[in-house]
């Protein structure tokens, strides 16, 4: 179960960063798959905060703070894809200069 869970988090996680570098990252797929990211977040934070991890004392506050970090991220950026319709996001802009 747990190797399950780590492979969809990972596939998830890889997802969102291939929809980052990808030129249009404002399509229903990366949406969608931004949503499921936060909710994934959330989720794991909303189950930290109820049953903290049995870790010394500093660890489930860093993990909690990790998570909630996190869930803000992918709801920021999905609510920043709903104003960038059409909009190109570009990594690194092409080389001009003199042929």
Same mark, same amino acid.
Not at 12 to 37: C, E, H, N, P, Q
Not at 74 to 86: D, M, V, Y
């Given at each position: 179960?747990?190797?399950?869970?780590?492979?969809?988090?990972?596939?998830?996680?890889?997802?969102?960063?291939?929809?980052?570098?990808?030129?249009?990252?404002?399509?229903? +797929? &990366?949406? #969608?798959?931004?949503?499921?990211?936060?909710?994934?977040?959330?989720?794991? !934070? *909303?189950?930290?905060?109820?049953?903290?991890?049995?870790?010394?004392?500093?660890?489930?506050?860093?993990?909690?703070?990790?998570?909630?970090?996190?869930?803000?991220?992918?709801? +920021? &950026?999905? #609510?920043?894809?709903?104003?960038?319709?059409?909009?190109?996001?570009?990594? !690194? *802009?092409?080389?001009?200069?003199?042929?």
């Amino acid at each position: 179960m747990n190797a399950m869970l780590s492979f969809l988090m990972l596939w998830g996680g890889l997802s969102a960063i291939f929809i980052t570098l990808k030129r249009d990252g404002s399509g229903a +797929t &990366a949406r #969608f798959v931004t949503l499921g990211m936060a909710l994934f977040w959330i989720l794991n !934070a *909303a189950y930290q905060a109820i049953r903290p991890p049995p870790f010394p004392a500093p660890l489930p506050i860093v993990f909690l703070a990790f998570a909630i970090l996190l869930a803000l991220l992918f709801c +920021t &950026a999905l #609510f920043a894809s709903r104003f960038s319709k059409g909009v190109k996001c570009r990594i !690194a *802009a092409p080389a001009v200069g003199p042929a």
